[in-house]
C-alpha cells in the first residue's frame, strides 16, 4: 500500500484514497473508510467510484438519507457527463432497490427490480430473496396483503 500511495496519491488524483477507502471499509474501520471516501470525493469531485463506495458504506450503516444523497450525485454526474456504463448503471439500480427495501417501500422495490432492465437475472433473484425474507420477517406490521402473500410463496 506504501508503493501505492508513492504513485497513487498526486494531486488532482484520488485512486490510492479510493483503494485505502475500500481497505479500510474490508478491515470494517469505518470512521477510517469514511474520511478516505471523503478525501477522495473532494480531491476528484466528478469521478463516480467514492460515491459508490461512500454509498455502500452509508448503507452498512443504515444512513439512508446519505445513501439517497449520494444516488442524487450520481444520478446528476450520470447526466452530466452524458455517457454512462452498463456497470454503473447496474449499481445505481441495485442502490435503488435496496434504499427502497430498507425504507420498507416494498411493492415500489419490486417493481424497481421487476422492471430494470440493467440488473441481470441472477441479481434480480437475489435482490428479489431478500425483499420476500424482509417481508417475512417483518410481516406483521405490513398491511399489502398480496405482498405478504407473494412472499410466502417467494421464500417458503
Known amino acids: ?4 500511495r508513492i504513485y497513487g496519491d498526486a494531486p488532482g488524483s484520488s485512486f490510492f484514497l479510493i483503494r485505502q477507502a475500500q ?4 478491515d470494517k474501520k469505518i470512521p ?36 439517497e ?4 450525485e450520481i444520478d446528476a454526474l450520470l447526466e452530466k457527463s452524458g455517457a454512462t456504463s452498463e456497470g454503473d448503471e447496474i449499481k445505481r439500480h441495485e442502490f435503488q432497490a435496496k434504499v427502497l427495501l ?20 441472477t441479481m ?6 431478500q425483499l420476500a425474507k424482509t417481508i417475512k420477517v417483518g410481516g406483521e406490521g405490513i398491511t399489502d396483503r398480496q405482498m405478504v402473500a407473494w412472499a410466502q410463496k417467494y421464500v417458503p
Open 124 to 129: 434480480k433473484r437475489r435482490l428479489l430473496t
Open 69 to 72: 444523497k449520494d444516488l442524487h
Open 102 to 121: 430498507e425504507k420498507r417501500q416494498f411493492r415500489q422495490a419490486m417493481t424497481k427490480i421487476d422492471n430494470s432492465i440493467f440488473l441481470t437475472k
Open 32 to 67: 477510517q473508510a469514511l474520511r478516505a471516501v471523503e478525501k477522495a470525493i473532494e480531491r476528484t469531485p466528478n469521478l463516480l467510484s467514492p460515491y459508490f463506495i461512500r454509498a455502500e458504506i452509508l448503507m452498512s450503516l443504515n444512513d439512508i438519507p446519505g445513501v
Open 23 to 26: 481497505a479500510f471499509a474490508r
Open 1 to 4: 500500500m506504501n508503493e501505492l
